[in-house]
Nanobody, 120 residues
Framework: EVQLVESGGGLVQPGGSLTLSCVAS????????MSWVRQAPGKGPEWVSS????????YSASSVKGRFTISRDDARNTLYLQMNNLKEEDTAEYYC?????????????RGQGTQVTVSS
């Protein structure tokens, strides 16, 4: 059974930091490109960041570039999202999913999400 389990969300003040984790099981994690997406209340899904197999390259949305960093630890089957200088507009449910944004297979597997709330 494929599972993606996110953790690390919570309430943080503007300007603060959080690190999200996503532990994968049930598929060959190291062979998959991976992504983070988010969905704010009342809005559609928004791509955040993607990382290539082996970590050899990553891409991020302009809204988070310079503040968020995606990384992976294939030995631990874990995907990370380091989020710095958080803004209220970053408030959303964050999901990890398989695939590279805009490529075939994007979203084949998806986790249940972790909530990030940025508020003073």
């Amino acid at each position: 059974e494929v599972q993606l389990v996110e953790s690390g969300g919570g309430l943080v003040q503007p300007g603060g930091s959080l690190t999200l984790s996503c532990v994968a099981s049930g598929f060959a994690f190291g062979n998959y490109e991976m992504s983070w997406v988010r969905q704010a209340p009342g809005k559609g899904p928004e791509w955040v960041s993607s990382i290539k197999v082996g970590g050899y390259g990553s891409y991020s949305a302009s809204s988070v570039k310079g503040r968020f960093t995606i990384s992976r630890d294939d030995a631990r089957n874990t995907l990370y999202l380091q989020m710095n200088n958080l803004k209220e507009e970053d408030t959303a449910e964050y999901y990890c999913q398989s695939g590279m944004y805009g490529s075939p297979g994007y979203g084949e597997f998806r986790g249940q999400g972790t909530q990030v709330t940025v508020s003073s």
